[in-house]
């Protein structure tokens, strides 16, 4: 029928919406996005979230939207959720509720749930219901994945932070050692030279880092005898 097309397009739509704008939205605008669509699509009074607490096995984080456009999350426990008792991967119905698995590779990571339609929900908007559980799940998944990327990424930026600490940490001790020092490699190339040992070669504008240390240092022709 017309009335299924249209409400197919709408969960398109939001598919397109959560692809396009992923990367910069945060849980919450993900959220709000699913659960009003929702609503809309379904005819529902009122849509929620549920996902899972990966840090514990007795709370679930609920995002809900009500019949007053009113957006709210708060944290519950887990044995206050009917699906959690008896999971399963299709839609579970009442006269005036649905709900559907949020799967995540191929895990059920938490559900999304539709009430308070005005009359009861029927067939299609099962289909509909099952359609929009695999757009939440995806959009979530895509998300939680962006922001592992992100800490890897930050934990990255932060070891070559550290790294660079390091060495420039290490290149002041090495310059300000009293002693003159000079680092040189198995070809006697010069790789490194602190100041004390530059200022007693009267250095002018040529650096001799890279050249051989015997004719550098000493003015040889070949390395010096061991």
């Known amino acids: 029928s017309s009335s299924i097309l249209s409400r197919t397009r709408q ?3 939001l598919q397109l919406q959560l692809t396009q704008s992923n990367f910069v939205l945060d849980i919450a605008s ?4 699913i659960l009003a669509a929702t ?3 379904l005819c529902a ?3 929620a979230v549920y996902l899972l607490d990966q840090s514990s096995d007795d ?3 609920q995002w809900s939207l009500d019949a007053s456009e ?3 999350f708060q944290v519950v426990p887990l044995e206050t959720i009917e699906f959690f008792k008896e999971p399963t991967n299709g839609v579970m119905q009442a006269p005036s509720m649905l709900c559907a698995p949020l799967v995540l590779n191929n895990s059920i990571r938490g559900i999304i749930q539709a009430t308070s339609k005005k009359s009861d929900f029927c067939d299609d908007d099962v289909e509909l219901m099952l359609l929009i559980s695999r757009v939440a799940a995806a959009a979530l998944g895509s998300f939680l994945q962006t922001q592992m990327l992100k800490t890897l990424h930050a934990d990255t930026q932060a070891s070559r932070w550290e790294l660079a600490n390091s060495r420039n940490t290490m290149r002041a001790l090495f310059e300000n050692l009293p002693a003159a020092i ?5 070809q006697y190339n010069l790789v490194a030279m602190n100041r004390n040992r530059a200022d007693q070669l009267a250095l002018a504008s040529e650096n001799p880092v890279g050249q051989n240390c015997y ?3 000493f003015q040889r022709s070949s390395p010096c005898p061991q």
């Open 11 to 13: 969960v398109v739509e």
């Open 30 to 33: 993900i959220q709000r996005q």
């Open 39 to 41: 609503r809309q699509v």
């Open 45 to 47: 009074q009122s849509s």
């Open 59 to 61: 709370w679930v984080s």
């Open 70 to 72: 009113t957006y709210s």
């Open 182 to 186: 000079y680092i040189v490699d198995r």
């Open 215 to 217: 004719h550098a240092l």
